[in-house]
């Protein structure tokens, strides 16, 4: 079975948290796994162009909407849910997950996420790490 590689994930989590002004940056080079960035509402402040990719979404139609637009219906209360865990928590584990992209088919996907509280407004950040299965 094709893997989230975690040597990557856990290479980009301690580049942002050495240089939390550049994260944008850091996450703009990655090819491989798609990033994105919710605020503590889980809504969209930042995606990579891989993000992108998997999802056929254009960064612009993203950034401002509630992450669970890549939801099924049937899993955006449960992903909200674990969204907020996350944030208050700090922790979550890898896991599996069917999700959506803009034109409804669904695709499956292993995500890895990271907490930080020094990016952007200095607020806690999700940062999900999406690799396709």
């Given at each position: 079975m094709?893997?989230?590689?975690?040597?990557?994930?856990?290479?980009?989590?301690?580049?942002?948290?050495?240089?939390?002004?550049?994260?944008?940056?850091?996450?703009?080079?990655?090819?491989?796994?798609?990033?994105?960035?919710?605020?503590?509402?889980?809504?969209?402040?930042?995606?990579?162009?891989?993000y992108?990719?998997?999802?056929?979404?254009?960064?612009?139609?993203?950034?401002?909407?509630?992450?669970?637009?890549?939801?099924?219906a049937?899993?955006?209360?449960?992903?909200?849910?674990?969204?907020?865990?996350?944030?208050?928590?700090?922790?979550?584990?890898?896991?599996?997950?069917?999700?959506?992209?803009?034109?409804?088919?669904?695709?499956?996907?292993?995500?890895?996420?990271?907490?930080?509280?020094?990016?952007?407004?200095?607020?806690?950040?999700?940062?999900?790490?999406?690799?396709?299965?």
């Open positions: 094709n893997t989230i590689n975690l040597r990557k994930t856990r290479e980009i989590k301690d580049a942002i948290t050495e240089a939390p002004s550049k994260v944008k940056d850091i996450t703009d080079q990655e090819s491989e796994l798609g990033i994105c960035i919710t605020d503590s509402k889980g809504y969209f402040v930042s995606v990579n162009q891989r992108c990719d998997i999802y056929d979404w254009q960064a612009s139609e993203l950034i401002g909407k509630h992450f669970t637009e890549v939801v099924p049937q899993h955006k209360d449960q992903l909200k849910r674990m969204h907020d865990a996350f944030i208050e928590n700090q922790y979550e584990i890898i896991r599996n997950w069917e999700v959506q992209k803009k034109d409804q088919s669904k695709i499956k996907i292993q995500a890895d996420a990271g907490w930080n509280d020094r990016i952007f407004d200095g607020n806690p950040h999700k940062i999900t790490f999406v690799h396709v299965m």
